[in-house]
């Protein structure tokens, strides 16, 4: 793996790469220490801003990173701190741009999508009216369940817990425990 990381990322240090991932435009993906891609994942750092990725970052197998929706039009990219753990089967979609903060950890089969479609006109179709995008910002030492959805515009808190299945959105305060469909306020942490 540490020699398929060099040869995919172009550069040496501790950076394990399963064979079966493929990573494109490594040029845009920041390195700020160690970094494991498990099997199978696929990371497209095509954006303005690319990927960042802190010390300690793993990726869990079969997970997808798409920072742009499309060439016409670029995403944002994503910003990973230190110490962060990505479950297996999850889905980051960064095109409004997605930032996590340091020691969160990520339940399997999580998916984030930092872009939502314009709904307005009624004689539009949908696909056809364009999108927006306000980004997602996820704390520190936050806990995110498995089967989780994050939509855009999440704002969530330093050390929330959200429960597996959960449907984010909104601005979430810290220390925050939601679950639900939507998401709700359950408690908080002591």
């Given at each position: 793996?540490i ?15 399963h ?59 994503l ?26 950890i ?53 050390g ?31």
């Amino acid at each position: 793996m540490i020699i398929t990381g060099t040869i995919k990322m172009h550069r040496f240090g501790r950076v394990f790469i399963h064979y079966s991932s493929k990573i494109k435009c490594s040029s845009k993906i920041a390195l700020h220490g160690n970094l494991s891609i498990d099997r199978n994942c696929y990371i497209d750092a095509l954006s303005v801003k690319g990927i960042c990725f802190g010390n300690n970052v793993s990726i869990g197998k079969n997970t997808t990173i798409e920072c742009s929706g499309s060439l016409k039009s670029l995403g944002k990219g994503l910003t990973v701190g230190n110490n962060v753990g990505l479950g297996t089967h999850g889905f980051f979609g960064c095109a409004g741009g997605i930032e996590i903060g340091d020691n969160t950890i990520f339940g399997n089969y999580v998916s984030l999508h930092s872009e939502n479609h314009n709904f307005t006109q009624r004689d539009i179709p949908i696909r056809l009216q364009g999108v927006n995008r306000k980004g997602i910002k996820i704390g520190k030492g936050c806990w995110i369940g498995a089967k989780a959805t994050i939509l855009d515009g999440t704002d969530l808190g330093d050390g929330c817990i959200v429960a597996a299945g959960a449907v984010v959105r909104g601005i979430i305060p810290p220390y925050s425990i939601i679950g639900g469909v939507p998401a709700k306020i359950v408690k908080t942490r002591i």
